[in-house]
């Protein structure tokens, strides 16, 4: 019998090796009769800091229990039958075989999961990306970072394994599908710890990451599958509402009539094309704000009561509120312990900043996004792409408040939150190639600084010194989610062109590499629902 028991909670520094036996003790068995157990699940409880505990779910099975251990299941409400997780692929049968082989458009882990899936099935997927592969991108970042030039079509934006290549490569995700389970698992598969299985909060870590990247691909082009870098997809071939194909770099044009298009939210040149070409779009809201630092012994000794601890390495939080004045949303997003604030722009003459931590997060200093929610009310128009040049206005004036050279503009909370500029910093920002003092309420709306202000007063009543002396801002945070929503249809196409089907996050479907990667998988299941393979 196969069984999961939940919410056995052991002190920090207890051995998991000991699990087995705790589980024998409770259901009165011989310690020889738990078998194949393994951890399914992994939280903290510091409710009692600094006493800490980790809260396990364990799976495990026992041989042939007799009718009376069903007595056992219903006096453990802990305790349950382990069910197996099942992915239900729609097993309809094609109504047409492709003449050539299925085109992903992107990299990221929308393109990367639906190339592998449906390269395990065989059908040979050609991967079109615009920018470099993972170890070229990261040189050209590098580089940019150092003060080179930025490269806009290879850049933390744009290349293999997307954005979240350059992130702290968290896992976490809301969304409730069994394919979560097999993301994991690939990642797991191609190079990550095994620990992301389980861990309440899973993250790879940008180091780390960019090795599966590369090893995915791998596995694409050993299973006959193709990926081509540098080569941007500049336009749709349409005829009587089907794709046809699809032009190159402005010049060429290749034959495709099934496409899975995985671009992701900063691809603003795809967007045009798409509105161009009549596929239905839909502004979408997003949400604005800056960046903030803090030591990072300050957040674990406010989250778990000790300044460190070598078993639960850097902490995190995650904080809203919800503004009384304006009825807007503020929330810290894409925290990152232990890493750095980065430059993120993809176009020139805009300052875009993300997060970034390596998988041991041990830089020492923990960043978050502040953002505030702004909806397509605030974008001043109607048409569906108003969001972008929304994004693209205040990106430009924080481009010259850090002085027209990809600089960042930067404040201490205290002085943001007194409208004053000292110029002395406390923790300096760790944003490269550099920063400039400056008065962030300049790069943002007068009302979503007034929510920000607002926002972190009351973040540092949960977390004491968060508005504090040693806390510094970095702006603009822009590209939280995309501004737009290709419209698609429950056969996963886009409503208005068979043969298209918009996936990932840059299709407004997906926020973070989790559910971007399960909404690929989603898409290949669908292109196969429709498309036997090429013969």
């Not at 698609?488 to 990667?517: H, K, W």
Request: glycine residues 10%; hydrophobic residues 40%.
């Amino acid at each position: 019998m196969n069984l999961v028991w939940t919410d056995i909670k052991l002190p920090v520094d207890q051995d998991v090796a000991e699990l087995p036996d705790i589980l024998a003790r409770r259901l009165k068995l011989r310690r020889e009769y738990i078998k194949n157990w393994q951890i399914v699940r992994r939280s903290v409880d510091a409710r009692k800091k600094p006493e800490i505990f980790f809260v396990y779910t364990v799976a495990f099975s026992i041989p042939s229990p007799g009718s009376e251990f069903r007595r056992v299941l219903a006096r453990y409400p802990q305790l349950r039958e382990r069910s197996v997780d099942e992915v239900r692929i729609i097993n309809s049968i094609p109504e047409k075989r492709l003449s050539s082989r299925p085109v992903i458009v992107g990299s990221g882990p929308a393109g990367y999961f639906a190339a592998l899936t449906l390269a395990e099935k065989g059908y040979r997927p050609l991967v079109l990306e615009r920018g470099d592969d993972v170890e070229t991108r990261s040189s050209i970042v590098s580089g940019f970072w150092q003060g080179q030039k930025l490269d806009p079509e290879s850049n933390v934006q744009f290349g293999e394994g997307g954005a979240g290549t350059f992130s702290d490569g968290k896992l976490t995700t809301r969304i409730d599908d069994a394919r979560v389970r097999k993301v994991l698992e690939t990642f797991c598969a191609f190079g990550a710890d095994q620990e992301i299985c389980y861990a309440a909060k899973p993250h790879i870590g940008t180091d780390v990451l960019k090795h599966v990247v590369a090893a995915i691909r791998k596995k694409i082009q050993d299973l006959g599958g193709e990926v081509c870098f540098r080569t941007r997809v500049s336009g749709l071939i349409i005829r009587n509402g089907r794709l046809e194909g699809l032009e190159i770099d402005a010049k060429d044009s290749l034959f495709a009539e099934a496409v899975i298009l995985a671009v992701g939210n900063s691809a603003r040149d795809v967007y045009e094309f798409l509105q161009q070409s009549g596929i239905s779009l839909e502004s979408k809201p997003l949400a604005i704000g800056l960046r903030i630092e803090h030591p990072q012994e300050l957040i674990n000794l406010s989250q778990y009561g000790v300044i460190r601890h070598p078993r639960l390495g850097a902490a995190d939080y995650q904080l809203t509120y919800k503004d009384a004045a304006t009825g807007r949303g503020a929330y810290t997003f894409c925290m990152c312990p232990g890493g750095q604030v980065i430059a993120s722009s993809s176009e020139e003459g805009g300052i875009v900043i993300n997060g970034m931590s390596n998988s041991r997060r041990d830089s020492g200093i923990a960043n978050s996004a502040v953002v505030v929610t702004v909806s397509p009310m605030d974008y001043g128009s109607r048409d569906p792409l108003a969001g972008i040049t929304f994004q693209r206005e205040w990106e430009r004036k924080a481009f010259q408040a850090g002085g027209n050279n990809y600089y960042v503009p930067a404040q201490t909370v205290q002085d943001f939150l007194n409208h004053k500029l000292s110029g002395e910093f406390a923790l300096k920002p760790s944003y490269q190639p550099g920063y400039v003092p400056n008065d962030l309420h300049a790069v943002l709306p007068k009302e979503i600084s007034g929510v920000l202000e607002r926002a972190l007063m009351a973040f540092d009543q949960k977390i004491k010194g968060f508005a504090g002396t040693e806390a510094t801002l970095t702006g603009i945070e822009s590209r939280t989610s995309a501004p737009v929503r290709i419209l698609r249809d429950e056969s996963g196409q886009s409503v208005n062109v068979q043969g298209l089907f918009p996936a990932g996050e840059g299709a407004g479907y997906a926020g973070g590499i989790t559910s971007s990667a399960v909404d690929g998988i989603k898409a290949a299941e669908k292109l196969m629902a429709h498309y036997a393979m090429k013969e």
